[in-house]
Each structure stands twice: as C-alpha cells, then as structure tokens.
C-alpha cells in the first residue's frame, strides 16, 4: 500500500493549517512542495467535515484541479458563512463585479471566488477566526494553471498523501514511510 511508495512526509505536516511559502521555481516533489501538498490535503479534510466518510480517493479528488477547488471553498464558505448573513453579501458583490475589472487569475472563474476574496480582505479580523476558510481562500488565490501544475504530483502520490491526512485525523500512525506522529 503506500508504505511502499517511499515518499517521506514531513513530520509536522498535518499540525497546521497554514500553507508554507513555496519559492519559485517549485522542484516538484522537494520537501517545500511536498509540505505544501500535504497542507492543502489536510485543509481540504477539515473543509469536507459534514461529509460522513472521507475515503482517500475522495479527498484526492476535491482538490485535484483549481475548478474542484474553487467549488469546495465555495461550499465551505455558503456553510460558514451563511448564519452571519455573509453569504448573502457575497452573492450580492459577485452579481455587482465587471468582467473586466476581475483581475486575470479571476477572469474564468466562478465570480462568487472573487467576492468571497474581498469580502475575506475585508473581514479579515473576524474571519482569522476559522483557519479552514483562511486556507481555503488563500489556495483560491493561486493562479489556475500554476496551482494545477502544483498538485499534478498528486497524480502519482496523492492517495498517499491523503492516505497520511486521514490517518492523522484520526489519531493513527501515518501510513507513509518516514512520517513520525508529532
């Protein structure tokens, strides 16, 4: 299973819900890209946390390309931000926002991505408050193609990576090799 894969997770790659800077260029596959993919998995499981069981498969899944992420960031979002009647202002400046003014990385994309990034820029003192949607909405902020190229390693490793999340859930030792429990 992935123990075979030999791939060595950081130790503390599931403590935090911050996403580690990455310098450019990526070396895809060093231990900086590596953290980062491992952060994004585990921001992803808490974001799907009302869905019953999260299998491996699943978690790959939501977070392959910048489209699937959008769409979870966008749910998690409705579902937090709903009571506070902030979805709704959302809605609103996303119906307000001009084609033209959205800057490039926003141009194709669901324009409610847009206005949840204001209204996050906006809000940013009471929103600190829930890392989930703070880590959503800054992975949002990556350009498409450069997070797609980011996470193609998933292609090849990612059930192993989300194997590693899931297992760090739920408190068992990690089903990768070279991954100690903090």
Known sequence: ??????????????????LPSL????????????????????????????ERQV???????????HEKLDQLCLE????????EGAWAEIIRSA???????LPLRFKHRDRRIAALKLYV???ASTIKADPVLTGLTALCDFDPDHFDSLVAMLAQHGLAVAEAALAASTGERYGIKGAERA
Do not use: D
Not at 26 to 36: D, I, N, Y
């Open 1 to 18: 299973m992935s123990e075979q894969v030999g791939l060595k997770v950081p130790v503390n790659a599931f403590s935090s819900m911050e």
């Open 23 to 50: 310098g450019k260029p990526v070396v895809v596959g060093e231990h900086s890209h590596l953290f980062w993919l491992c952060r994004v998995m585990w921001i992803a499981l808490h974001a799907m946390k009302e």
């Open 55 to 65: 299998l491996p498969r699943a978690l790959v899944e939501r977070v392959h390309t």
């Open 76 to 83: 998690y979002a409705q579902s937090s931000l709903r009571a």
């Open 95 to 101: 119906e307000a926002l001009a084609a033209p003014s």
């Open 121 to 123: 820029g906006k809000h």
